[in-house]
């Protein structure tokens, strides 16, 4: 008996696809793994963009890198604009970070990760290299519980309120720069606890999509804007809410952005705006972090752990995957 199932048209990546992501994440995990700790930043880069890159090329997608390692004459591999796939499939956009915390891998700190996004061609902010304001809180929380035209101390109170908690109870994820020493200073009058991360702000948005297992309500602050556009395809999935405006405080940085297609530089971009289409994220731990396992080098087998979003489902996916000798060839090719 065949069951009536209606597919929506804004399910342009098939399920399958969001499964040969995670492969693609893992592979550039694991070669990533193997530098990790060596204090050479570049090197490990460098090794998850080919391994990434690679694998990506076997994916049956027409796909075009919208968020990638740099302009073509910067970036050798998986430049903006770069094509990728078989060319044979459904046209899609590609967001990716393969070695998201290079520092982090280098000195063999808590959470580095391979990401990546998949989403139907046209739907994610081709976001320029510069920095972006964000604010993310996760799912449950009625919309605009939190706006980034408001203070911190307003956001923080509305969603304690919200919450049914004390301010001094939420928990907010920080990058730790210099940067943020009045934000840092206004949460804490408050008696909140601050997360500080020297690196890896896709993952701290991500955190906040489930306070119960990492402990973070609520994320704030500036980061990089690339980061931000693919923390939103894992959000778009789970329901948080995000906003994120660029900062683009001089002539050239304006400029380079009208380039990509930003017309209004002050634009508040909402969650839908920075990641609009049917999209998958995956990321697959390189250092051991909150949520994602390291690779672990056994004798026989390398054991990786990833996390797979799909937008059009809402589905969270889990892989704990064990690639034991034949594999580890393909995987280490
Ligand atoms: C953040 C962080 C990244 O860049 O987005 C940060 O999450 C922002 O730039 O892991 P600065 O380091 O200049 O503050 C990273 O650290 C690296 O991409």
Redesign the pocket.
């Known amino acids: 008996m065949s069951e009536n199932i209606t597919v929506q048209p804004s399910q342009v990546i098939e399920r399958i696809l969001t499964l040969e992501l995670v492969r693609v994440t893992e592979r550039a995990a694991v070669a990533a793994s193997r530098l990790r700790g060596r204090g050479q930043e570049k090197a490990a880069d460098q090794a998850a963009v080919d391994a990434m890159r690679r694998e990506l090329n076997t994916l049956p997608i027409d796909g075009t890198v919208v968020i990638g390692e740099g302009e073509r004459d910067e970036a050798p591999m998986l430049f903006i604009g770069e094509r990728v796939g078989t060319g044979v499939g459904p046209k899609v956009d590609i967001a990716v970070d393969p070695l ?4 982090l891998c280098a000195k063999d700190m808590p959470g580095s990760i391979a990401v990546m996004a998949m989403a139907e061609g046209g739907t994610l902010l081709a976001a320029p290299d510069v ?1 972006m304001n964000k604010i993310a809180v996760g799912p449950g929380y009625p919309p605009g519980i939190v706006d980034l035209d408001r203070s911190a101390e307003e956001n923080i109170r509305a969603l304690a309120a919200a919450k049914g908690v004390e301010p001094r109870d939420i928990t907010v994820l920080v ?1 730790e ?1 210099p940067r943020h020493q009045d934000l840092i200073a206004e949460i804490r009058a408050l008696g909140c606890g601050i997360r500080l991360i020297s ?4 993952m ?1 948005i991500i955190f906040t999509t489930m306070p119960g297992e990492t402990g973070i309500d609520l994320y704030l602050g500036i ?2 804007a690339p ?1 931000g556009v693919i923390a939103a395809g894992a959000l778009r999935c789970i329901g948080g809410q995000m906003q994120g405006r660029l900062i683009l405080d001089t002539p050239e940085k304006r400029e380079r952005a009208a380039k990509m297609g930003v017309q209004d530089p002050d634009r508040k971009y909402q969650l839908e705006d920075l990641a609009r289409g049917d999209v998958v994220v995956a990321a697959t731990g390189v250092t051991d972090g909150a949520l994602l396992q390291g690779v672990r080098f056994g004798p026989n087998v390398i054991e990786t752990d990833t996390i797979v979003y799909r937008a059009s489902t809402g589905t969270v996916r889990r892989i704990r995957a064990e690639h034991r000798e034949r594999a580890k060839f393909h995987l280490e090719r």
């Open positions: 998201e915390g290079t520092t920095y990058l720069r690196d890896g702000d896709i701290g980061g990089a980061e």
